[in-house]
């Protein structure tokens, strides 16, 4: 019987999926045609997730149907959705540290030859999906040598190995460089072209207006509606997502600076030991960390707040000096870090809210000089629920269950509990939808006010620019220029970022 073309390659109907008391979904309705690349976004908490990972076959839904070319199927795990030809990139790398390149790429399908397994054919077909991304590396390379970034790509290479007809693509591009970026969608262009279907989430909108055909928006776990190509636009998608208007970007109003709270010297980290940096943030102020992924901004901040031991320098932190410090002298001196990876470094997953929140300053909350003081710790965590925002059933839901804006909420609140005088951000709206966005950005302002001197990377350009009271800018672990708030511009930060000298900028930020 011939298929007709008039139907779906996949569709989704009724699909409700619950976590303990949390409805994730709510009656879902999914139709996708082959060969387009079909975006699915709303804010956090949305189920945007969920309901790719049903698709994936990582969870069952409770209620709702899955049909394949009109077929009903069942996804009981995640081999039997890769048997339909469907593979899921998850938002969080989901990549084996300890084994090299081509290894993690056909973990679990090595192939063999007498017997064993064949390496020099796993290198060899893991060079081709790896040039696929625009990626030319050794797959005898360990995972965990590599950046972020291109831990990212080879995670892509992965899922395209299994000759997927369905790729679902969860914030693929949310540690991607420009560049990166680019070649990621230069080879969905041409898996399209080829009839592969792709699910595409992402929070940035313009991602969107580039590559969907069509959007499926979700709302508080339902249904929102539909664009076609012609009504995809920034302001439709806004208002589809949130039921109003909203700036993309937060306008801040500068504060005028106070005394030096932070400044580095000469600092050295050991990923850069030959770059030797040194910078400063007054007291309500904003400086934003800008670059290219591999720059060695993260390791930057990690050295400063003492998780990384530096080869030399030093780090006064308020009125305080240190030389080989450690992050223990960093927080009882007034700094705090929120990491770039929120599940691995910012949150212990299994863990309540409470308990998150409370957790740097347990000494704090002890009672006899042994135990919790149960009271100030539940006092501090619906403090930070209530200023935060932070949706959540309860304080002792595990915030493995809360939505990405949520659990980033939690790690900034854990650490705005103990009142630092520097914070320092790293990434502080990753994954994180635009409402949930402004909350960070006026939190950010608000903190400034009161005197607390920020520093924070960031590799979205518009938020650098719009934030920011100087932007550093970083190329290969070394400083590569300042620009101050009135000189920053796309043009003037990619010129840095590339390598460009330091130069005169116009007020308009142009390049002379």
Known sequence: MTESPSTPFLQARGLTKGFS???????????VEQGEVHA?????GAGKSTLMKILAGVQPQDKGQILIDGVPIVLNGVDQALAQGIALIHQELNLADNLDVGSNIFLG??????????????????????????LDID????????????????EIAKALSVNARLLIMDEPTSSLSHRETEELFRVIEKLKSQGVTILYISHRLFEIETIADRV?????????????????????????????????????????PGETLLEVKEL???????????????????????????AGRTELLRAVFGIDKSESGSVMIADKRFSGHKCRDAISAGMALVPENRKT??????????????????DRYRTAGIFANASREREASDQMIREMHIKTPSDWQHVR????????????????SMKPKILLLDEPTRGVDIGAKQEIYRLMEELASEGVAILFVSSEMEEVISMSDRVIVMHEGRISGELAREHASEEAIMHLATGGQVQDFSKTGNIK
């Open 40 to 44: 699915v976004i709303g804010e956090n």
């Open 345 to 362: 470094e910012g949150l212990i997953l299994e863990m309540g809210t409470r308990q998150n929140i409370g957790l740097p300053a347990l």
């Open 109 to 134: 399908r090595e192939p063999t030859r007498l017997g064993l397994i064949d390496s020099k054919k796993i290198e060899s077909q893991a060079s081709h999906f790896l040039s696929m991304v625009g």
């Open 21 to 31: 008391g949390v409805t994730a979904l709510s009656g879902v309705s999914l139709s």
């Open 268 to 294: 050295r980290t050991l990923a850069w030991p030959q770059h030797a940096i040194s910078l400063e943030v007054k007291a309500g102020e904003m400086v934003g960390i800008a670059g290219l992924v591999g």
């Open 139 to 154: 797959p005898r390379t360990l995972v965990e040598t590599l950046p972020i970034g291109v831990q990212q790509m080879v």
């Open 401 to 416: 269950y809360l939505s990405g804006g949520n659990q980033q909420k939690v790690v900034i609140g854990k650490w705005l």
């Open 216 to 256: 499926t928006v979700l709302r508080d776990g339902e249904n929102a509606g539909i664009l076609e190509k012609d009504e995809i636009s920034h302001d439709t998608m806004v208002e589809a997502m949130v039921g109003r208007n909203i700036s993309q970007f937060y306008s801040r109003k500068r504060c005028e």
